[in-house]
């Protein structure tokens, strides 16, 4: 099994499947450990991965090891990527250099609201921060059902299971517990006296919705299917709302936040007395603060808490605009039509701004409408400047050039 040959033999990755969960099914297939499957039958990129912690794959593999796994298995290449880390940025978190923590913190967590209302941020100094991801080595977690169900055979692990993002397994709706493993394979529970735990349902809604986004690239909310990016970017900002010390905002949402801690039957923000980001808390209080969250989402979809955030519209079922931002790498999702938005939205510059924020289409829309007397590149230049100052993405807006080019 060298060169670049196409392997005979090899399992089809699993939708939200790891990528270190389908390389150990891959190195079983052949009777390999994963590491004899990756340190010597990927030609070259066996080399780059020199010393890596062979877990640290989940997370960035080295460039040239997924096209060598692409040309042996015949996975897509954008395929393998969404089994990484890395192959979600923008989508589940902007960047994954850390040392963008303050404005990554702002653009991701900051912009928007969902119970509390707009520009209600505290200013955070965060020098170094990623969304999602704590600075201590991936988890790894499994459901017990699911290696009940797999019987002695190598189990499927989703990404979502090494990163704080889901408490529990979509399928069963139990507790995802800390496991010992080798590669992301089952050895044994931590925790030898462990017994299966079904998960809040409301937990177990929060979690389909995250794994049905990273499955799929879409999530269905009450008010309509959303880009995965728009619900993971809602769920770390009501995360970080529900761990919003009560003393700094208004009595009325301050008896909303109440009100969803009690749902739970735990005091705010589970006791915590510092703030620290969502990412730096430890596990069992990230926990508290994702069922929290999920208990938030229940309260706002059933109208018990009114929700005054930008982002509240997708948790009630009723017309409102598009929430669009953009194609993630591997699946091309139809923006919804824009127009009806559009025009029901001419009557507020400010509410189409809003939205162009946010929706690639309205975007366009609202620069060409700007500039359609425009006479030459400058006056463009500045207008298109001057969208971006109000918030709009500059990869939303065409350059002059770009718009002819696409007529
Ligand atoms: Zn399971």
């Known amino acids: 099994m060298t060169g670049a040959a196409r392997w005979p033999l090899h399992p089809q990755p699993e939708a939200g499947e790891a990528l270190s969960s389908w390389l150990i099914r891959v190195a079983d297939a052949y009777g390999m450990t994963p590491g004899q499957l990756v340190r010597h039958n990927l030609g070259p990129a066996s080399f780059e991965l020199g010393d890596q912690n062979l877990s640290d794959l989940d997370m960035e593999p080295p ?55 707009p520009g209600r941020a505290i200013k955070r100094d965060l020098p170094i921060w990623r969304a999602w991801l704590p600075d201590r080595p991936m988890m790894r977690r499994a459901c017990p059902r699911c290696i009940d169900d797999a019987d002695g055979e190598s189990a499927v692990f989703a990404l979502a299971s090494r990163i704080p993002l889901t408490i529990g397994c979509p399928k069963h709706g139990y507790r995802l517990e800390a496991m010992f493993g080798s590669l992301g394979a089952f050895i ?13 349902p409301r937990v177990t809604a929060m979690d389909r919705r995250t794994h049905e986004g990273l499955a799929t690239g879409t999530v269905s909310l009450p008010g309509r299917a959303v880009h995965v990016g728009a619900w ?18 208004r009595p009325s949402y301050r008896s909303n936040l109440q009100l969803v801690w009690q749902t739970i039957g735990r005091s705010p923000r589970a006791g915590q007395i510092r703030w620290r980001p969502y990412e730096c808390l430890d596990w069992p209080a990230q926990q508290a603060m994702l069922h929290a969250a999920a208990a938030a989402v229940d309260l706002i979809e059933t109208g018990r808490i009114p929700a005054a955030g930008t982002l509240a519209p997708l948790l009630h079922a009723q017309q409102h605009p598009a929430v669009y931002d953009g194609d993630p790498p591997h699946h091309r999702i139809d923006p919804a039509p824009a127009t009806t938005v559009w025009q029901a939205a001419m009557t507020s510059i400010r509410d189409v701004i809003g939205i162009a924020r946010q929706d690639a289409g309205t975007a366009r829309q609202l620069l060409s409408l700007l500039t359609c007397y425009t006479p030459n590149e400058l ?3 500045r207008i298109r400047g001057e969208l971006i100052e109000t918030g709009i993405p500059s990869e939303l807006l065409p350059t002059r050039d770009q718009a002819a080019r696409s007529g």
């Open 63 to 117: 460039p040239g090891m997924l096209e060598a796994l692409h040309e042996r298995t015949g996975v897509p290449r954008d395929q393998l990527a969404s089994m990484t880390i890395a192959g979600w940025v923008p989508w589940l978190l902007d960047t994954l250099d850390p040392t963008q923590g303050t404005a990554a913190f702002e653009t991701y967590v900051q912009q928007d609201s969902v119970i509390l209302p």
């Open 188 to 200: 044994a529970w931590e925790d030898k006296d462990m017994v299966p735990t079904p998960t809040d």
């Open 232 to 249: 993971l970017r809602l769920l770390r900002t009501l995360l970080d709302e529900v761990n919003t010390p009560t003393s700094t905002v």
């Open 379 to 381: 006056a463009y230049s």
